[in-house]
């Protein structure tokens, strides 16, 4: 089979002819039929964290073309299907509690680290039958594959516990950012502020169900506004950023005793000044993907018309076109999710 093969940290993804992987006992083989590019990927390859010869993407949906033994008569030929990129072994105390995030054998998909295994840059992925949905014929696959970032972002939204008609002010319109804003109106939230430096996600942003954008580059203090516009300060602080110095960001503009939800996920060394966290008596919140249950709820509001994330899929590209769209990302970018569809 044909995938994009990661083979160093300053090289484009190598489009090239790969062993076709085996679904496993347990496990299905899906024909990828869309696979997000997600900011995790792309902050893995700056850092040189995953192994040359490996497969990234871990945002996907396809079409069974494989079923494993254990599993036959349960999936067949032709289903369509969302998987969690991991497997587990669904025998550990974690997974027999239907806790699979904690498995205790947890093996992740895409390649972001050593011993990882082969994501969905590619026509081809071996997942787990457990940690798949089945999903509904109607149903494009570039949306079903946003079910694993708007996962990301429900998480994070529950994690903060927001009373009704709370308020929010979320740093960053990244995808993350703009699943927790999607999730916080969708819950009720009073006030949904979003700061943002790229224009292109300040529109988006707006369209999600932001009440207020902040643009990051013309306005320095973001609670200030916050409580220009809403008449008081936010209740939580969402980080979906994922940069050095940015959780310090957040402990500063923070009120008294608030709550600082951390999304986004820095990949590098950083530091905080603890002294004015105590002072401030603030709450931090640090948050890891998602559940299957968050995704099951994400894709049954997808099904029922509830929610419409679509606008955050900005171009869609084949897998041929990848490594080019890829480096473009690199970047800064006006982009918001790029979705590689086949």
Same mark, same amino acid.
């Given at each position: 089979?044909?995938?994009?093969?990661?083979?160093?940290?300053?090289?484009?993804?190598?489009?090239?002819?790969?062993?076709?992987?085996?679904p496993?006992?347990?496990?299905?083989?899906?024909?990828?039929?869309?696979?997000?590019?997600?900011?995790?990927?792309?902050?893995?390859?700056?850092?040189? !964290?995953?192994?040359?010869?490996?497969i990234?993407?871990?945002?996907?949906?396809?079409?069974?073309?494989?079923?494993?033994?254990?599993?036959? #008569?349960?999936?067949?030929?032709?289903?369509?299907?969302?998987?969690?990129?991991?497997?587990?072994?669904?025998?550990?105390?974690?997974?027999? $509690?239907?806790?699979?995030?904690?498995?205790?054998?947890?093996?992740?998909? #895409?390649?972001?680290r050593?011993?990882?295994?082969?994501?969905?840059?590619?026509?081809?992925?071996?997942?787990?039958? $457990?940690?798949?949905?089945?999903?509904?014929?109607?149903?494009?696959?570039?949306?079903?594959? !946003?079910?694993?970032?708007?996962?990301?972002?429900?998480?994070?939204? $529950?994690?903060?516990?927001?009373?009704?008609?709370?308020?929010?002010?979320?740093?960053?319109? #990244?995808?993350?950012?703009?699943?927790?804003?999607?999730?916080?109106r969708?819950?009720g939230?009073?006030?949904?502020?979003?700061?943002?430096?790229?224009?292109?996600?300040?529109?988006?942003?707006?369209? !999600?169900?932001?009440?207020?954008?902040?643009?990051?580059?013309?306005?320095g203090?973001?609670?200030?506004?916050?409580?220009?516009?809403?008449?008081?300060?936010?209740?939580?602080?969402?980080?979906?950023?994922?940069?050095?110095?940015?959780?310090?960001?957040?402990i500063?503009?923070?009120?008294?005793?608030?709550?600082?939800?951390?999304?986004?996920?820095?990949?590098?060394?950083?530091?905080?000044?603890?002294?004015?966290?105590?002072?401030?008596?603030?709450r931090?919140?640090?948050?890891l993907?998602?559940?299957?249950?968050?995704?099951?709820?994400?894709l049954?509001?997808?099904?029922?018309?509830?929610?419409?994330?679509?606008?955050?899929?900005?171009?869609?590209?084949?897998?041929?076109?990848?490594?080019?769209?890829?480096?473009?990302?690199? $970047?800064?970018?006006?982009?918001?999710?790029?979705?590689?569809?086949?």
């Amino acid at each position: 089979m044909k995938a994009a093969v990661y083979r160093g940290s300053h090289v484009p993804l190598s489009i090239e002819e790969v062993p076709t992987p085996e679904p496993g006992e347990h496990g299905l083989l899906l024909r990828v039929r869309a696979c997000g590019v997600c900011g995790s990927d792309l902050h893995a390859i700056q850092h040189g !964290l995953p192994e040359p010869g490996g497969i990234l993407g871990h945002e996907f949906a396809g079409e069974v073309a494989g079923v494993g033994a254990g599993v036959e #008569g349960e999936w067949s030929l032709g289903d369509r299907a969302f998987s969690l990129p991991q497997v587990t072994c669904g025998a550990c105390p974690a997974c027999l $509690r239907g806790d699979s995030e904690a498995c205790a054998h947890i093996r992740p998909l #895409g390649a972001l680290r050593p011993g990882d295994l082969p994501g969905a840059y590619a026509e081809l992925v071996a997942v787990s039958a $457990r940690d798949s949905l089945r999903l509904p014929a109607d149903l494009d696959y570039g949306l079903a594959a !946003l079910i694993e970032p708007l996962s990301t972002g429900l998480k994070a939204f $529950r994690a903060a516990q927001l009373p009704p008609r709370g308020s929010a002010l979320v740093i960053g319109a #990244g995808p993350i950012g703009l699943a927790i804003t999607h999730w916080a109106r969708f819950f009720g939230a009073g006030h949904v502020v979003v700061s943002e430096r790229a224009n292109g996600r300040m529109k988006l942003a707006n369209a !999600l169900g932001a009440t207020h954008v902040i643009d990051a580059d013309r306005i320095g203090d973001p609670v200030a506004e916050f409580e220009r516009v809403a008449g008081r300060a936010p209740d939580v602080v969402f980080e979906a950023v994922g940069v050095p110095g940015m959780i310090q960001r957040c402990i500063e503009i923070a009120p008294r005793r608030g709550l600082v939800v951390v999304a986004g996920v820095c990949m590098e060394a950083d530091e905080i000044q603890p002294l004015l966290a105590i002072l401030k008596e603030i709450r931090l919140s640090f948050v890891l993907g998602y559940s299957i249950d968050d995704c099951r709820f994400t894709l049954e509001m997808m099904r029922a018309g509830r929610i419409d994330p679509g606008a955050m899929i900005t171009v869609r590209v084949s897998l041929d076109e990848l490594p080019e769209a890829f480096e473009a990302l690199k $970047r800064p970018t006006h982009q918001c999710k790029v979705m590689v569809t086949a």
